[in-house]
């Protein structure tokens, strides 16, 4: 599955890869991206990879072919993950991407590929400003404490006149074998886990709708529903969308537990923006709320 990133910058596109692709997932993708190579004429790419297991004959070919006829309309392309095979493939990919440049990243330094695909010095140059607040998100799993974490953040973004983005990350199905592994299509259909992700992706949608609307507020919101991992899809999306702050719920802990395991906790240590979290007693919320 291929899966578009919001993305702040124009001539720069981000793209999701997860599964096993076929040549549906390339005939979806690949207009979208001549699109844009025909609007900026040469674009940098963020290939980030999840649970990805590679590409059919058919869409290895749709890859090889669109690869070739626009060997010179990108700048850069940056790939993302945690596997060494993907990094063998910006190896692989170099020679067929002149002038541009390929180079892979561990998913654990997303922000590197980020400064390298948008200039390192520009990003250097805006951390020394003290800027106000201009891109929020606050990420909901439409339940009572993320609609408290809402009001916070139309608060906030009321008082800075800053967009504002209610984030839901769809967590992806995948085929998994005994101990975790994933199994091949002969075994369970690309094409079923594929349906049963939009299908979730479709509910949350609607679900969000709903949330907004309960929410009862005259602000002009934005949203999005993602698919993938909740931790790092989010810290994605942030960094992809330039975002300067997110704002989070989370449940007031004691000791050790309030400090490790949390999404929360992940989005504070891996975003590069401020972070804002919103505690909430479960004692306060009653079930009619």
């Not at 561990?106 to 106000?132: F, G, M």
Request: one cysteine or more; proline letters at 2%; aromatic letters at 12%.
């Amino acid at each position: 599955m291929l899966q578009f990133i919001p993305v702040f910058d124009d001539n720069t596109i981000a793209v999701r890869a997860s599964g096993r692709l076929s040549h549906e997932d390339y005939q979806n993708f690949l207009p979208k991206l001549e699109a844009q190579i025909n609007e900026f004429e040469k674009v940098s790419i963020l290939f980030e990879f999840e649970n990805f297991r590679g590409w059919d004959l058919a869409a290895a070919k749709d890859d090889y072919k669109f690869g070739m006829e626009h060997s010179t309309s990108f700048e850069r392309i940056a790939l993302v993950g945690d596997k060494s095979w993907e990094h063998w493939m910006a190896w692989f990919a170099k020679p067929f991407i002149a002038p541009g440049e390929v180079r892979y990243f561990n998913r654990e330094n997303l922000q590197d590929a980020w400064d390298w695909l948008r200039n390192k010095e520009d990003v250097e140059v805006a951390a020394d400003k003290l800027l106000p607040y201009q891109h929020i998100v606050v990420a909901v799993d439409f339940s009572k404490y993320s609609a408290h974490a809402c009001k916070r953040a139309i608060e906030m973004a009321g008082n800075y006149d800053a967009t504002l983005t209610l984030l839901n990350v769809v967590q992806e199905d995948s085929a998994l074998a005994l101990y975790g592994d994933a199994i091949g299509s002969s075994l369970i259909g690309e094409d079923i886990v594929e349906k049963q992700s939009q299908h979730h992706i479709d509910a949350a949608e609607a679900q969000m709708k709903l949330f907004v609307s309960e929410l009862e507020t005259d602000f002009a919101l934005k949203t999005k529903v993602i698919s993938g991992n909740t931790d790092s899809g989010i810290v994605s999306f942030l960094e992809a969308h330039r975002s300067d702050l997110v704002i989070m719920w989370a449940k007031k802990k004691k000791g050790l537990n309030k400090l490790m395991g949390s999404t929360t906790h992940y989005v504070q240590n891996h975003s590069r923006c401020d972070v804002l979290i919103v505690p909430v007693n479960s004692a306060s919320f009653t079930t009619d709320k």
